[in-house]
Each structure stands twice: as C-alpha cells, then as structure tokens.
C-alpha cells in the first residue's frame, strides 16, 4: 500500500493552462504538506494543512491553491501556468497533532513532474 | 526497487562532539545522486550536502561531510563540532537520473548544551 500516493506522475501542459495534482495519505496523518523542488533540487515548502485548515503558506503566487477536501487529502490547484512554474511537487504528511512535536517523521510522496510549455 | 533507510530515528549528541547519522538505499542505476537534507520547526526542506554517485571523492560542505560506500550502498552524514543550531530532523534522498527521488524516514537529531 502506497502511504502517501500523488496524481499524476508526470504532466505537461501549456502556459495559460489551469491544472491540479492531487495527493492522498492512507496513514491517518493530520498534517499535509507541498513542497516544490527547483532545478538545483533544492526543496521549498508552499503550504501546509493541518486537519483542513491552513496553517503554513509560504510566499507563492496566488495562482497556486492548495484544497482539502479533509484530513487524507491535498490537493494543489494551479491557475494560468507558467514556463517557471516547471518544477517537481512533492506532497506530504505527517502526525502532528497535541503530543507529537514538528519534529515527527514527514512521509512523502513519490513527485509530480510539472512541465510547462 | 529504489529504497532508502535510515535506521536511527533519533540520536543525540554533546555540544562539540561530532555525530554520524547513517543512511543506506538500494538502486539499480550505477549513476545517480544523494542528498542530505536538514529539517528544522518550520519544515522548510534545506540541502545540507549532495554527492554524485561517478565521484570517489566524499562531498564536504564545512562541518558536513558523508562517508559514501557506493559498494555497500552506504551514505553517512558526519556533523563535526555540533552546534545547537544543528538541531533537527535530516532526511537522506536519493535520486536516480530520471530525476525520480526517494527520501528516508528522517532521523531527529537532539544536540544537548
């Protein structure tokens, strides 16, 4: 069983194009997580969603948005795309919660190849 | 398959000391990249080190270093004169050249004063 399973693997679309990616965590995590990878691999966190509510939102345009629909999934909708929005996308989880601290392990899914042209 | 363990779910170590966390992964590409990344609170993903798989050479990058043994699949991470700062988690990745990345369950790292 996948813990954490994103969709799709690879997509490649036009600039203008309005897409989403979903991303789903079977472990009963309460906290959620996107993260975009750039092309020196460096890994930059976007948002984070704990039990549905946002609680992370780093500075992104507002043409990204994240949605969750409840606590096993995030979902991250990007508006009128563009050539530097080309990148992988990492989702994650973990458990936060009351007695688990930041420090718990994040389980992340396996990427989500973005290419823009 | 492409996995990627780190065995150490938590480690401590004194102020100054110098601490080894381990990471080991399995491939089957003979070309291919690994990476060290540090994890503080506020969950931002920073790259400590990397190291291509062709180089003999252990990467450094001041304090930080790995013993890689790309024979027996093993990548340490070697944190000299800790510093509290170092606190966090660290995750082990690897990456094959088709840019698919597996990350390890992290290992949290305690640094004590």
């Known amino acids: 069983d996948t813990a954490v399973s994103q969709t799709p693997k690879y997509l490649v679309t036009q600039m203008g194009n309005d897409k989403s990616i979903k991303c789903e965590q079977n472990?009963?995590?309460?906290?959620m997580y996107w993260y975009k990878q750039d092309s020196k691999k460096f890994l930059k966190i976007m948002f984070s969603y704990n039990n549905k509510e946002l609680i992370i939102n780093e500075t992104v345009p507002n043409r990204f948005s994240p949605k969750s629909p409840d606590k096993a999934h995030l979902n991250l909708h990007i508006n009128s795309l563009e050539l530097g929005d080309s990148a992988v996308y990492f989702c994650?989880?973990?458990?936060?919660?009351?007695?688990?601290?930041?420090?718990?392990?994040?389980?992340f899914g396996n990427g989500t190849r973005l290419t823009v042209t | 398959a492409q996995t990627v363990t780190q065995s150490q779910p938590e480690m401590s170590v004194q102020e100054a000391e110098t601490v080894t966390l381990s990471c080991t992964y399995d491939?089957?590409?003979?070309?291919?990249?690994l990476f060290w990344y540090k994890q503080p609170p506020s969950r931002q993903m920073i790259l400590v080190i990397r190291?291509?798989?062709?180089?003999?050479q252990n990467a450094t990058e001041n304090r930080f270093s790995v013993n890689f043994q790309k024979a027996a699949k093993s990548f340490s991470l070697k944190i000299s004169d800790s510093q509290l700062g170092d606190a966090a988690m660290y995750f082990c990745a690897q990456m094959n050249r088709d840019d698919k990345i597996i990350f390890g369950k992290g290992t949290r790292l305690h640094i004590l004063p």
């Open positions: 190291q291509e798989a062709y180089k003999q």
């Open positions: 472990l009963g995590h309460d906290t």
């Open positions: 994650a989880s973990s458990q936060t919660g009351s007695q688990a601290s930041y420090n718990s392990p994040l389980h």
């Open positions: 491939t089957s590409e003979s070309d291919y990249y």
